[in-house]
């Protein structure tokens, strides 16, 4: 079985300060593991994925995220915020090897503060 | 954009309505899948093609059909829907590779109001 968990609902930070979006999973197999962003009215963009290769991902926009398997987490973070990163971030699990299962976490809004 | 179109992009209906979703893909992808998207609900996993059979379904009301009558293209059928079917139906594809399960692109989503 699989879960997504993510802690916060909602984040507000002001611009040009970090970001930290936090993501918990559970997997009975070896995961693969994304972020995606949707802004309002729009479709879900990839930010980011962990397949199986380095541990530390980057992604477009000067996202990132490790994937830590001792803490069951996948973190999403950035240095500095900017006005256009305010939309709702996904953690999204799927089984790396066979089956289709893809699990969506709750979603986090960000807000960011000029 | 993102190489997958969704039309229409809103619809209202009523209840005892039939209307039809149509998602199409560029990519050249052999997956495609619906999700539902409710408020204050995580996006529901509905219905998954893979080479144009289907291989997931999960638990989805008998309401909504699926069809994929080629690797580019992806119907959602719907009839006697209730109000609370109203939600943005999103359409996504992949390109699954043996035993890797490639990134999803999404697109711009259907809003449905159901009367």
């Known amino acids: 079985a699989q879960s997504v968990t993510q802690l916060d609902s909602h984040v507000s930070v002001s611009e040009g300060t970090p970001v930290l979006l936090r993501c918990n999973y559970s997997?009975?197999?070896?995961?693969?593991l994304f972020w995606y962003v949707q802004h309002p009215n729009k479709g879900l963009q990839l930010l980011l994925k962990?397949?199986?290769?380095?541990?530390l991902v980057k992604g477009i926009n000067g996202f990132e995220a490790e994937f830590k398997k001792s803490e069951t987490s996948f973190h999403l973070t950035k240095p500095s915020a900017h006005m256009s990163d305010a939309a709702e971030y996904f953690c999204v699990v799927t089984p790396r090897t066979g089956g289709f299962k893809t699990i969506f976490g709750a979603g986090t809004r960000l807000f960011v503060k000029a | 954009e993102t190489g997958v179109t969704q039309t229409p992009r809103h619809l209202v209906m009523g209840m005892t309505n039939k209307k039809s979703l149509k998602c199409e893909q560029h990519?050249?992808?052999?997956?495609m899948y619906w999700y539902k998207q409710s408020a204050k609900k995580p996006l529901e996993l509905m219905f998954v093609?893979?080479?144009?059979?289907?291989?997931e379904n999960n638990s989805v009301p008998s309401r909504f059909s699926p069809e994929c009558p080629n690797s580019s293209h992806l119907f959602l059928h719907l009839h006697t829907l209730q109000p609370e079917d109203s939600a943005l139906y999103l359409c996504?594809?992949?390109?699954?590779?043996?035993?890797?399960?490639?990134?999803?692109?999404f697109g711009p989503g259907t809003r449905l109001t159901v009367l």
């Open positions: 962990y397949t199986s290769a380095a541990t």
């Open positions: 996504a594809s992949s390109q699954v590779l043996a035993g890797d399960r490639n990134e999803q692109f």
């Open positions: 093609y893979s080479l144009e059979e289907r291989v």
């Open positions: 990519l050249g992808h052999n997956a």
């Open positions: 997997s009975s197999y070896s995961p693969s």
